[in-house]
């Protein structure tokens, strides 16, 4: 019995240092969680002038860009997953992986070949670990990107797109990423940024469209232009994902926090009964040594 009361001591003892980690874990999160949504409310202004200026130009310019342009075929197709850098994050990694890997799927029975591009190393870590081939890999800044990373990113993936695909270019590149809804809700998206899509507005076509004079040309406005909507759409899909990450972590560790409350007050209550046990029992040898005193001496006499 001592024994046993020993080893669930020492059980409360691990869960209680367990719990203090996912505590402060949670609470670190939170706090990323806070800038990672201010960041994006700041750039959301900016976010939102750009594509009205990409749709007013689009919609005002004859000329046929390549990032507008829809391919005859599409016969090469580029997949940018974005995962997590680190773990202890739920379901967070395996959701955009599991969704990713269906899209592969499609694309390749619809006879496409399919280049990969991931962000964070848990995504790296599965590719490796199934010998699957990724083009380009980035980790290092899941939870807290900056433009500059994103920048890097997305150069890549222009790169590819503006490259013919005899030389190994493609004709379409899809984004795998987590939108953050809520802190209770990350939702697995796929989303295509190239070929561009311009959506109009149903209230601005009412009105009359205006005349637009391009300077230094059309193709000059739209390459500058189109360049860093694309960007920003990447900078974006990356801190949306960020912003997720840290929400799945925090619900995550609050899950292992309550969890680990809940087996504490298990261990303590098997821990009080193995204790008054014992006691029960010493109480019960002492009697019992006491009644066996008495009839000796009672003999005895």
């Known amino acids: 019995m001592a024994a046993s009361l020993r080893e669930l001591r020492e059980r409360n003892r691990s869960v209680r240092a367990t719990q203090k ?19 994006a409310l700041q750039a959301l202004p900016y976010t939102r002038e ?3 200026a990409v749709e007013a130009v689009a919609a005002g310019s004859k000329v046929r860009h390549p990032l507008l342009t829809e391919p005859d075929e599409i016969r090469r197709s580029a997949v940018l997953v974005v995962t ?6 739920g379901a967070y990694s395996s959701n ?32 490796k670990f199934r010998g699957r081939e990724v083009v380009k890999g980035w980790d290092g800044f899941s939870d807290k990107p900056t433009y500059t990373q994103s920048d890097a990113v997305a150069g890549v993936l222009l790169q590819a797109f503006r490259k013919p695909t005899e030389e190994g270019g493609v004709d379409e590149i899809q984004v795998v990423y ?3 809804e809520s ?11 190239l070929p561009l899509r311009v959506v ?21 406005v739209l390459d500058r232009l189109l360049d860093l909507y694309i960007r920003n759409r990447v900078h974006f899909y990356l801190m949306q994902a960020a912003a997720s990450e840290l929400a799945s972590k925090q619900t995550a560790m609050k899950s292992a926090t309550d969890n680990a409350q809940q087996l504490i007050e298990e261990l303590t209550r098997q821990a009080n009964q193995a204790r008054q046990g014992q006691i029960t029992q010493e109480i019960t040898e002492i009697v019992g040594g006491v009644q066996a005193l008495s009839e000796a001496k009672t003999r005895n006499e």
């Open 183 to 193: 802190m209770l809700r990350q939702e697995a998206r796929i989303r295509r940024i």
């Open 84 to 89: 997590s850098d680190r773990g202890l994050a």
């Open 178 to 180: 987590t939108r953050f």
């Open 50 to 52: 750009l594509n009205r």
């Open 96 to 127: 955009v992986i599991r969704m990713a890997e269906r899209l592969t799927q499609t694309l390749s029975h619809q006879g496409r070949v399919v280049d990969t591009y991931i962000c964070g190393r848990k995504g790296l870590a599965y590719y």
């Open 200 to 220: 109009h507005n149903k209230d601005e076509e009412r009105q009359a469209t205006p005349l637009y004079e391009f300077e230094p040309s059309e193709e000059i």
């Open 21 to 39: 980690i996912t505590r402060a874990m949670e609470l670190i999160a939170a706090s990323r969680i806070t800038k990672a949504q201010q960041a």
